[in-house]
């Protein structure tokens, strides 16, 4: 293997890559048998699900590892990197093992993030394809929501053009009388382009009317589709089937939703999901088996890879591993909460990522800016740094605690980081109860995660009792204010007054304790208010808009100003990708 601290990381890919295993190695060393695999070329491929459900319905589950984090600098952490990492460990102690991880977006990937397939030498791979495209799963998500809104937006212009007679005539569908100022969907695609996140669309043309209707419109990024929701937390067909025809596009003219079934779409978008709905599979670096699926983030979606590859990586695996977005405010909360409710499965135990670069983040160092060269104190040792930061990561321990569940601290190593930091992590953090594991899986693989899988077996020996913050039926204000209280640590919540009405009807709905809370709320501190580092006290959520999600069975509380659509900065790492067109080769992915 090529040395991390002096190749790229699409370096050490593409070197990985000449001895990868073929995706029907992989799928056997799983158990799969060879009808189960549906193979998009040699090296990766989908998993036909039904097929294995069927087959090992009746074997128990394996363990169930969930990886989330502290919270996380703009750099991030090294979530997708500590996963990879921890299942190679894993793997070298003999176990059969699998990870779930969710498929990057186009628009981290071209942007400042990366394509989160891990890094140095824990990482997934093949790595082009895993980062540009993929089998098309992101494309099918983007076809299924557009063509929500072609449907929207034709029938607009044609309830404009003609009479009740005539549009009965011709579209044998009564009128729906769409309200123009109450669309409640935008175009999606998966690029960071914020000139596209206010946008007016149908302007006459040389065809007049029939160029569509004028109204004010948007582009969301992709991944924070509700089709892409769904594909996260659908069961099997039927049940994405079902939620397809639940989404909500607009309202009418009397404030009554219009869905998908409605509009008589939602068995065409289900088509454009068929093959997108079975989980994709590729390997580490060190030839261990990962599930690649959906990829909704974590700040403004829910923020999980799919049940599906969960229910089967445990029914293949002895210890499966899955990742959940950003830090256990955001992402663990969602998983606890919303995705084990989904599919009904429980966690054995939790790594909590942390990193001495957040640490120190959260304790008065500097803000590392993506781009820029970090502020010197990140170089420096700084006890003191550390033990003020490590409120932050204590804090995150809690919460993965309050859930039933045994927390694993992963101190993800930097060649940067002392003896006297680490050792500082270790005094607290044990102090606190939970395991504490230093490992450097991104300079040396799965040996140097050897004490981080051995820690995380430990944990799953102890006797989980796993139960969830919140019932369903309690009403969504208390919910909102139980998760802002004991997961955030704010004294409590402010509504503005259309939040307040929006959940006034929301807990009206015949559905409501059907419907989960997916939360709103930036990644980079405890709080809704992004500059505020550590554990902040003294201060309370603000809770300005309320949005429901039909298809997903979502109510999301907005938190701050949180846009769908992110924008592209003025480094891109698009501008360090190019092709070497002699062998085809991409080069400068990361």
């Known amino acids: 293997m090529l040395d991390p601290k002096k190749h790229a990381d699409w370096e050490i890919a593409q070197d990985a890559e000449q001895g990868m295993k ?19 070329g040699h090296y990766m491929g989908k998993v036909d699900f039904r097929a294995v459900l069927e087959r090992l319905g009746d074997r128990p589950n394996g363990k169930y590892v969930d990886v989330t984090a502290i919270t996380p600098t703009p750099l991030g952490e090294g979530k997708s990197t500590t996963t990879i990492g921890l299942v190679q460990g894993l793997g070298r102690r003999g176990k059969r093992i699998s990870a779930a991880i969710r498929q990057p977006s186009g628009g981290p990937t071209m942007g400042v993030k990366g394509s989160a397939a891990g890094g140095g030498l824990s990482q997934c791979i093949p790595l082009t394809q895993y980062s540009l495209g993929f089998t098309g799963d992101i494309n099918a998500v983007m076809n299924a ?21 005539k549009l009965l005539a011709l579209s044998k569908m009564p009128r729906l009388n769409i309200d123009p100022t109450n669309v409640n969907m935008g175009w999606v695609m998966d690029f960071c382009c914020q000139s596209l996140r206010n946008i007016i669309i149908g302007m006459d043309g040389v065809n007049g009317k029939s160029d569509g209707f004028m109204m004010r419109s948007r582009f969301d990024i992709a991944v924070s589709s509700e089709v892409m929701a769904i594909l996260a937390i659908a069961r099997d067909l039927a049940d994405m089937r079902r939620r397809m025809g639940k989404i909500i596009v607009a309202y009418d003219r009397d404030g009554k939703p219009v869905t998908t079934a409605d509009l008589e779409v939602d068995g065409a978008m289900t088509a454009w999901m068929v093959e997108a709905i079975n989980p994709n599979i590729i390997q580490t670096i060190e030839g261990q088996p990962v599930f690649v699926h959906a990829g909704p983030f974590a700040n403004i979606a829910i923020g999980q890879s799919s049940v599906i590859a969960d229910r089967i990586g445990l029914k293949l695996s002895e210890y499966h591993v899955t990742e959940s977005g950003f830090g256990a405010d955001i992402g663990y909360e969602k998983f606890w909460n919303l995705k084990c409710h989904y599919s009904g499965l429980k966690p054995d135990a939790a790594v909590v990522v942390a990193t001495v670069r957040a640490l120190k983040s959260h304790g008065g160092a500097p803000t590392p800016v993506p781009g820029r060269p970090l502020p010197e104190e990140y170089s420096r040792e700084n006890v003191g740094f550390v033990e003020a930061g490590c409120c932050n990561l204590l804090h995150h321990i809690r919460t993965v605690k309050k859930s039933g569940v045994s927390p694993v601290v ?57 139960t969830p913050l919140y019932g369903w039926d309690m009403p969504f204000k208390e919910r909102i ?40 709320k930036t990644h980079l501190s405890l709080s809704d208010d992004p500059s505020r580092k550590g554990a902040p006290k003294d201060w309370r959520l603000r809770i300005r808009d309320v949005l429901i999600y039909g298809g997903a069975g979502f109510v999301v509380p907005v938190s701050g100003v949180i846009t769908l659509m992110p924008g592209t900065g003025s480094n891109p790492s698009f501008r ?11 080069r400068g992915i990361f």
């Open 22 to 40: 073929t995706v029907y190695q992989i799928g056997r060393d799983l158990g799969l048998e060879e009808n189960e695999l549906l193979p998009y």
């Open 145 to 165: 929501h557009n063509l929500a809104m072609v449907a929207l937006t034709s029938r607009m212009q044609h309830e404009r053009n003609y009479n009740d007679e």
């Open 410 to 466: 992963c101190i993800n190593a930097f060649v940067t980081d002392t003896k006297a930091e680490i050792a500082k992590i270790r005094e607290l953090c044990e102090a606190e109860g939970a395991r504490v594991a230093l490992s450097t899986h991104w300079e040396h693989g799965g040996e140097g995660a050897l004490e981080l899988a051995d820690a995380v077996m430990d944990a799953c020996a102890d006797k989980s009792d796993f």
């Open 481 to 520: 204010e139980l998760v802002a209280r004991e997961i955030y640590g704010a004294d409590g919540v402010d509504f503005s007054a259309e939040a307040e009405k929006k959940l006034a009807v929301i807990q009206q709905r015949d559905d409501a304790a059907e419907l989960g809370l997916c939360m709103v």
């Open 576 to 586: 360090r990708v190019d092709v070497d067109t002699e062998t085809g080769r991409v």
